[in-house]
């Protein structure tokens, strides 16, 4: 299984991103897909989750309000649009794969992409 990351780049306060996940090897609709984050030296942090069908949604406190996340099992990709982005958003962003559903726990996904960077300016 492949997870290919991409969409992040450098933005200022207030702006918008959309991150995109693309799963390859395996049949995606057969799994929840999970957007964590990651700062230099701190834990990964949990931020949304989709249920296969994308029926069931959960967000971070942190990012309710101004985070989306959607999937199209069609493209076999998930999506995170980020809006109103505050300087405390800049971190790596990974999308996650697995079948325990509504999980915030990075131990509970079984596959990985190799993040993508998001830099928000003040």
């Known amino acids: 299984v492949q997870l290919q990351a991409s969409g992040g780049g450098l933005v200022k306060a207030g702006g918008s991103l959309r991150l995109s996940c693309l799963l390859s090897?395996?049949?995606?609709?057969?799994?929840?897909m999970g957007w964590f984050r990651q700062v230099p030296g701190k834990e990964r942090k949990f931020v949304a989750y989709?249920?296969?069908?994308?029926?069931?949604?959960l967000y971070a406190d942190s990012v309710k309000g101004r985070f989306t996340i959607s999937r199209d099992n069609a493209k076999n990709t998930v999506y995170l649009h980020m809006t109103s982005l505050k300087p405390e958003d800049t971190a790596v962003y990974y999308c996650?794969?697995?079948?325990?559903?509504?999980?915030?726990?990075?131990?509970?996904?079984?596959?990985w992409g190799q993040g993508t960077l998001v830099t928000v300016s003040s």
């Open positions: 996650a794969a697995g079948q325990k559903w509504f999980s915030t726990m990075p131990n509970d996904y079984l596959y």
């Open positions: 989709i249920t296969w069908s994308g029926t069931g949604i």
């Open positions: 090897g395996r049949t995606f609709a057969n799994y929840g």
